[in-house]
């Protein structure tokens, strides 16, 4: 997904507009994850961007869009621009932990 959202749209509600973006992004990922995992896989990861317009998006992690999305809200802005691309995602195992207690 790719997107430009406008915040503002004359005759339209600026908290239900805000409220639907959201339910799209939400909606975008739950599809995405629903699609069966290639082999090898261990899950879908996320790589997202956002900013106020395509050209300043940054990366950020897929827990901070909806964060973003009410800062830029709350701050007056137009509208903002978001992209979020399925990934594939593999487990890493955790690295030993070394107790000394078990030596004794």
């Known amino acids: 997904m790719k997107k430009t959202f406008k915040l503002h749209i004359e005759g339209k509600n600026s908290d ?3 409220e639907r973006i959201k339910h799209e992004i939400r909606k975008y990922l ?3 994850r ?4 290639p082999a090898g896989v261990d899950y879908w990861d996320f790589d997202c961007k956002f900013g106020l317009t395509e050209a300043t998006a940054e990366d950020v992690h897929l827990a901070e869009i909806i ?3 009410d800062a ?10 978001v992209e979020i691309i399925a990934a594939h995602g593999i487990r890493q195992k955790r690295p030993a932990v070394y107790d000394e207690s078990e030596d004794a």
Do not use: C, D
């Not at 629903?34 to 995992?37: A, E, G, S, T, W």
């Open 16 to 18: 239900r507009l805000l």
């Open 34 to 37: 629903r699609k069966p995992l």
């Open 30 to 32: 739950k599809r995405e």
């Open 67 to 69: 964060k973003k999305i």
């Open 72 to 81: 830029v809200s709350v701050s007056g802005g137009e509208g903002f621009y």
